[in-house]
């Protein structure tokens, strides 16, 4: 990255922050947090989002890891403000920002081998570094030059102590005792990511570092970095990790870690928004329900809570639910239509069924399901006659007297009504009960298992007047058929 780039942005005052996601093969939710908290920082500050990519591990930064990254970002759309940053692309950089350290006294070479320093851990007990090689001297330091030695590079940690405000955990201070002369460049001459780290957020003008908080115990370790090499030392937010019911780390344990299983499973970006955006940050107060443009008008650092927070799988599926009663069938049209034929291929249908069935369907369920493929799963009796009834529905409504003449009464009056609306069904049905002086649940329970195999649904009144005079009497006559073979066996 220019140099001009960087200075510009740190003297211009504007707010810069970064995700740095280790391409692993899968985009976790925590991840996704974090990258959401960063975008909405830069959103309210009307600032910028970035976004590295941490793909030093060769053997696990596969373009398909990166893909997956790149996919759930736009799905979500918190794609970065600026082109994706590849940290593999800058080791010259890490490397540069490592030699002037050692030019400038702040580094030094370490020839130990890794079985030297173990064997020197192991009796000493100490698992810091000894500084062995900082004691060397010059002409030792050129001997072991001159015979090809391999090294390292370490940090040399000065005296004091370093201390930070971090934005949610308050004031932090370590001594410098306590921190080792880490390494800054492998012996294999690689950076270590201590190094790059700080060498990109510097480059990349980052203002706010906003990260899950197994990072806090690195940040006084980069500080060093920061003050080694003269650069500006960003704020610090580091998030509480997010826990499973159980109280420990989420993880596959738990169920669906990465976004993808979330996308895959039908969840909407909105619901992944609202509920990752209230996971361990509150606007104040207790509501449930917030859109993008709410979080970013409301997000600040200091309504990030220093506990962890707890991922509630009720919740999100409940929230998924909310999102889909408030959308309009347009916004969903194509992706229920593909959902449609991949139900009838799997046989959940036995035809597709056309845009307009869908989206009577959808007007009468969206606020009954959690995900769009309920409609073709659970409420598939809005596309096909019910083959099978419930089993327990059919002892209790279907094995009572009188429910055969009922049936075949209220399919007659069916056939003949003027409209076919859910007004005037119940009606009829009401006249019928009045009549019978039956109450009219005896009418509604038989005539929606009937109608739909299954015992509960939306209103009644209104799933007939969606699933229209036709396949109502029809699917009556089927039934009142299948009662009467019941009875003949
Ligand atoms: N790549 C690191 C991780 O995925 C994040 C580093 C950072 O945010 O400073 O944990």
Not at 2 to 27: H, I, Q, Y
Request: include cysteine; aromatic fraction near 8%; proline fraction near 3%.
């Amino acid at each position: 990255m220019a140099k001009s780039a960087e200075n510009s942005s740190l003297t211009s005052g504007e707010v810069r922050v970064r995700f740095a996601p280790s391409p692993t093969g899968d985009l976790h939710v925590g991840g996704v947090r974090t990258a959401l908290f960063n975008y909405l920082f830069a959103r309210h500050n009307n600032g910028k989002f970035l976004l590295r990519i941490e793909d030093t591990d060769r053997k696990r930064s596969t373009p398909e890891a990166i893909n997956v990254i790149l996919d759930g970002l736009a799905w979500l759309d918190l794609l970065p403000d600026e082109e994706p940053v590849y940290q593999s692309k800058r080791i010259e950089r890490h490397i540069a920002a490592a030699q002037k350290m050692l030019e400038d006294g702040y580094a030094y070479r370490c020839f130990c081998t890794p079985d030297e320093l173990e064997e020197r851990r192991r009796a000493s007990g100490d698992y810091m570094y000894d500084r062995h090689c900082l004691n060397l001297t010059e002409a030792e330091i050129q001997q072991k030059l001159a015979d090809g030695e391999k090294f390292a590079l370490r940090i040399r940690v000065p005296e004091g102590r370093v201390s930070f405000d971090d934005g949610v955990h308050g004031g932090m201070q370590v001594a410098c005792t306590e921190i080792d002369d880490f390494i800054l460049l492998r012996r294999n001459g690689a950076p270590t990511y201590m190094l790059a780290v700080v060498v990109d957020d510097a480059d990349m003008g980052i203002t706010h570092v906003i990260r899950g908080d197994d990072h806090l115990s690195n940040t006084p370790k980069q500080i060093l970095i920061y003050r080694a090499l003269g650069k500006r030392i960003p704020e610090f937010a580091h998030v509480p990790l997010i826990l499973g019911k159980d109280r420990k780390r989420l993880s596959k344990r738990h169920g669906a870690t990465s976004i993808t299983e979330y996308r895959d499973a039908g969840y909407l970006p909105e619901t992944m928004i609202n509920f990752l955006g209230l996971l361990g940050w509150s606007p104040g107060d207790d509501r449930d329900i917030i859109s993008r443009r709410e979080l970013i008008e409301l997000f600040d650092i200091s309504g990030i809570q220093s506990k962890a927070a707890v991922f509630d799988d009720a919740r999100v599926r409940w929230l998924n639910g909310q999102y889909l009663g408030m959308t309009d069938y347009g916004k969903v049209e194509g992706k229920l239509e593909r959902l449609a034929e991949d139900a009838a291929s799997a046989g959940e249908l036995t035809e597709v069924p056309d845009s307009k069935e869908i989206k009577t369907a959808w007007d009468l369920l969206k606020t009954r399901i959690h995900f769009l493929n309920d409609l073709f799963t659970d409420c598939r009796y809005m596309f096909r006659d019910p083959d099978v009834y419930d089993g327990k529905g059919v002892r209790k409504h279907f094995l009572q007297n009188g429910v055969v003449d009922h049936l075949q009464v209220l399919a007659d009056d069916f056939s003949s009504l003027g409209d076919f609306r859910a007004a005037s069904v119940e009606a009829a049905i009401r006249k019928r009960a009045e009549e019978w002086e039956v109450s009219t649940g005896k009418l509604i329970h038989p005539l929606r298992l009937a109608c739909s195999g299954v015992t509960g649904g939306p209103g009644l009144f209104e799933m007939l007047e969606a699933l229209g005079r036709d396949t109502v009497v029809r699917r009556i006559n089927n039934a009142l058929n299948w009662i009467k073979s019941l009875n003949n066996k």
